[in-house]
Structures are given as structure tokens and as C-alpha cells.
């Protein structure tokens, strides 16, 4: 089935530990971000990828960093900088020539302990 | 001012209510307006998109968009415990892809529930 799958689900992770959150997609869609999802927060952007090897920086990039080595993946690390990393993840597509329908995954939920 | 204002609720409504959830918006450039569903703990999906001003009905569901007053709606008729989700505006300026200016903000979410 099309679809993007986020990796892993749940995560626990002690202070100042690096961390990767996985997101693969098999929906032939060239351009992938990453959005943080915070109570009473709304959706905000942290970095997006247009096309293989170029991302930019969204709206919070701070303690956080990305690669975009193929066109399905787009890993996204929370660093030991990022000072409230808990939060859940979402990561998205869409067509190149789309003017916003995103298509999400299932999200990451990341608890720092 | 925020660019993107949205009650979070929570709303609670009988079954087979009518339902209203609101957006209003600062920035004039915004052409492009969607509503997302998000169900507890899953990612969002889109519900409706809409351009510019007017309307657009897909079954129960119905937006609606005044440029100038810079509000955006959703209407749910006949509502069911399915409905029952967080409900996200969002919209974004241009349709062209590179643009500075092609981002999607979002609103905050407001939180649904249907009872039975």
C-alpha cells in the first residue's frame, strides 16, 4: 500500500542523547517535511526538503537536522541542543506542484526522560 | 496578532448536531484554505480545500471562505461520534512551488466530540 511510514512509534530517550526519527514514503512525491506537534501549539514546521539533497530550514530548525539522500527518506535528528524535545512528530509529502494537500504519517511520540 | 486564530475549544455536541468550527486569519495573501481531521494519536488528513472565496460541500462536511472578512469556516451536518477529532485550519498564500512565500500555517486545532 502508498503510504509514509514514521519510525519508531514511541521513544524514550535520557537528556543529551542524540535521537533519529525515521520517515519513509512510497507515495512518489517529491517534497517531505517535518512538523512538531505541541499541546495547544498547532503544527509548526521544522525543516522541509523540495527535492534529493536540498532541504531548508522552517519555523523552530533549532536542535534539529536533516538529509534528504533519496527521494523517500527524510530522517530527521533531534539533537542534544534542542532544549524541549518532547513532543510528537509528524512527517509529511506532497506534490511538487501541490498548493497544500499534505499527506502524514502516523507521527513519532518522543519523551525525553 | 497571530496570522492564524483558532478556539481550540474543546466542543462538545449531541449526535446529529450541527456543527461550526471557525478560523480567522491576518494575512491577505492567503488564497489557499484547507481543513485537516486528526484523530487522537494518528497524523492529520485532509478534510477540504478550497481557493479563494465561496464554498465547497462534500457530503457532510461544507467550507466555506470570506476573503473579506478573512474568516473561514466548517459546517458539519448531522453529526456522528465518528466526527469526533481535532479539527486544524490551514492555509497558504501561493500555489507556486518554490515560492518564498509557499508555507502552510496552521491553526491551533479545535477538539470535537460527538455524544451518542
Known sequence: ?113 | QKEVEQDPGPLSVPEGAIVSLNCTYSNSAFQYFMWYRQYSRKGPELLMYTYSSGNKEDGRFTAQVDKSSKYISLFIRDSQPSDSATYLCAMSASGKWGGSNYKLTFGKGTLLTVNP
Open chain 1, 1 to 113: 500500500d502508498g503510504g509514509i511510514t514514521q519510525s519508531p512509534k514511541y521513544l524514550f530517550r535520557k537528556e543529551g542523547q542524540n535521537v533519529t526519527l525515521s520517515c519513509e514514503q512510497n507515495l512518489n512525491h517529491d517534497a517531505m517535511y517535518w512538523y512538531r506537534q505541541d499541546p495547544g501549539q498547532g503544527l509548526r514546521l521544522i525543516y522541509y526538503s523540495q527535492i534529493v539533497n536540498d532541504f531548508q530550514k522552517g519555523d523552530i530548525a533549532e536542535g534539529y537536522s536533516v538529509s534528504r539522500e533519496k527521494k523517500e527518506s527524510f530522517p530527521l535528528t533531534v539533537t542534544s541542543a534542542q532544549k524541549n524535545p518532547t513532543a510528537f512528530y509528524l512527517c509529511a509529502t506532497s506534490l511538487a506542484t501541490n498548493t497544500g494537500e499534505l499527506f502524514f504519517g502516523e507521527g513519532s511520540r518522543l519523551t525525553v526522560l
